[in-house]
T-cell receptor, first 112, second 113 residues
Framework: SQQGEEDPQALSIQEGENATMNCSYK?????LQWYRQNSGRGLVHLIL?????REKHSGRLRVTLDTSKKSSSLLITASRAADTASYFC????????????FGEGTQLTVNP | GAGVSQTPSNKVTEKGKYVELRCDPI?????LYWYRQSLGQGPEFLIY????????DSGLPNDRFFAVRPEGSVSTLKIQRTERGDSAVYLC???????????FGNGTRLTVT
C-alpha cells in the first residue's frame, strides 16, 4: 500500500510561476524525502526533512513538514521548463530501518 | 564519479523464462535497494541490503523473486517463471549509509510477452 499520497496528480503552469505539491502519509515517520524523475530515467534526490524539522530550503525548493497533520509540501519557486518531471514524496519509517515508501507522484509540466 | 549502473537497460522475455537483472552501486555505498515501478505509479519497495545481507525482503511479491549481493557490492535480482504481470521498470538504488538519501540507477525495463 502507498504510504505517501501526492496531490495534485498533475499540475500544469507557466514558466516563472510557483509550483506547490502536497504529500500526505499515514504512519509515524523518521524523515520525509522528495525525489524527481524525468521520463525514462531514475529518481533524483531533491531534499530530506527530518521529523523534528518544520521547514527546509534548497535553492528554489522549499519543503514544509507538519507531523500533526501528517503532511508535507514542496514549493518550487520561479519554475523553469526544465523543472518538468514527476515529483515523488517518500517516507522513512520511524522504527523499521531505512525502507522508503513512495507515493504515486505529481506530474509537473512547466510551459515555456 | 560513476552513478548506479543497471544492466540490461531493456529486457524482453517470454512468459515462464528466468531473468537476472544486475545492479552496480556507487562504490562505498553499503546500502542497496531494489524497487519496481509500473507505468504512472511510484516505486514499490522490493528488498533492501545492508552489506551482503538482506535486511528487509518483505517487499518481494512471492518466492519467484530472489536477490543476492554476495560481496556487498554488485547485486542481482532474479525472477523465475516470469509472468506478464512482472512487466515493469526495476530500479536499483544505493546509499552511503542506511540514513542517507538514495541514488537511483536508470532502471531495467522488463517486458514479459
Amino acid at each position: 500500500s502507498q504510504q505517501g499520497e501526492e496531490d495534485p496528480q498533475a499540475l500544469s503552469i507557466q514558466e516563472g510561476e510557483n509550483a506547490t505539491m502536497n504529500c500526505s502519509y499515514k504512519t509515524s515517520i523518521n524523515n520525509l524525502q522528495w525525489y524527481r524523475q524525468n521520463s525514462g530515467r531514475g529518481l533524483v534526490h531533491l531534499i530530506l526533512i527530518r521529523s523534528n524539522e518544520r521547514e527546509k530550503h534548497s535553492g528554489r525548493l522549499r519543503v514544509t513538514l507538519d507531523t500533526s497533520k501528517k503532511s508535507s509540501s514542496l514549493l518550487i519557486t520561479a519554475s523553469r521548463a526544465a523543472d518538468t518531471a514527476s515529483y515523488f514524496c517518500a517516507t522513512g519509517p520511524e522504527t523499521s530501518g531505512s525502507r522508503l515508501t513512495f507515493g504515486e507522484g505529481t506530474q509537473l509540466t512547466v510551459n515555456p | 564519479g560513476a552513478g548506479v549502473s543497471q544492466t540490461p537497460s531493456n529486457k524482453v522475455t517470454e512468459k515462464g523464462k528466468y531473468v537476472e537483472l544486475r545492479c552496480d552501486p556507487i562504490s562505498g555505498h553499503t546500502a542497496l535497494y531494489w524497487y519496481r515501478q509500473s507505468l504512472g505509479q511510484g516505486p514499490e519497495f522490493l528488498i533492501y541490503f545492508q552489506g551482503t545481507g538482506a535486511a528487509d525482503d518483505s517487499g518481494l511479491p512471492n518466492d519467484r523473486f530472489f536477490a543476492v549481493r554476495p560481496e556487498g557490492s554488485v547485486s542481482t535480482l532474479k525472477i523465475q517463471r516470469t509472468e506478464r504481470g512482472d512487466s515493469a521498470v526495476y530500479l536499483c538504488a544505493s546509499s552511503l549509509t542506511a540514513d542517507s538519501p538514495l541514488h537511483f540507477g536508470n532502471g531495467t525495463r522488463l517486458t514479459v510477452t
